[in-house]
């Protein structure tokens, strides 16, 4: 079975997502993943996609402040607020999963009662919207293994996995060697990795062979996790200068052919 290929929506710093979705679809691609979380852009969005044969496959939450979910007070609410926004986006539009962060940084809060039962209602929320949500892996394994775990028992709760963030972040953590019976969704982008005392931020976001990633030894992976689902760039004209120097055109092209290459690895 052909997987479909996709990519972010707003992946062009000078179009909109509706603008996007055109240039998207005359690339090749047959899926897109959308960071808006306002119910009638998404709408809007996902009637668009219908028309050209687009899938929308899932929404990005905002994360922004996602600390802030394991602090006292309320500095968490205006997260809370985007969350259950891009929840509802879903549910309006017929789009069935939305995806998370759980933390931010190399030094997130200590876990705690408090953002376990946030991210509880969060749970209970989207269940009741029936909509999916898929956390996704960023720097500390902790804190994902940790949320991951409260919901293992829940269907409707699963993994997006992140081929970049897995390689610069945290290089020694196999991912699907934890979560392949719960991936719902997949990001795929390029990076340089980092070295073992960096902390710097190496999430670069480039387009797949202009970073260092094996990309052979990831798609062996999702094949033995039997993913079927949507190979899903997360990819940014903005990331490199002559990246926007092609043009709209162009860069689409070129993410469709690495896309199409990295599929038949």
Known sequence: MKQKLGVVANCLTEKTEWEALDLIRNAGFEAVFSESNDPATVLALREKCDKLGLSLDFLHAPFGGINNFWLPGDGYRPLWKGITDSI???AGAGVPLVVCHVSSGWAPPPLCDIGFARFDELV??????????AFENLRKLGVL???MERYEKNPEIGFCYDLGHEHCYTRTVRY????????????????HGREKDDW??????LLPF????????????L????????????????RRPEYREMGAEAFLKTAYERIERISKL
């Open 124 to 133: 209970e929320y989207a269940q009741k919207k029936g909509v999916k949500i």
């Open 210 to 221: 202009d970073g260092n990633i094996d990309y052979a030894d990831r798609m062996r992976r």
């Open 176 to 191: 699907m060697d934890i979560y392949a019976d719960r991936l719902l969704c997949t990001h795929i982008h390029d990076n």
């Open 223 to 238: 094949r033995e996790a039997e993913f079927t689902g949507t190979l899903m760039l997360e990819i940014y004209d903005s």
């Open 200 to 205: 710097s931020d190496p999430d670069e976001h």
């Open 88 to 90: 509802d986006s879903a």
């Open 145 to 147: 293994a940790a949320i």
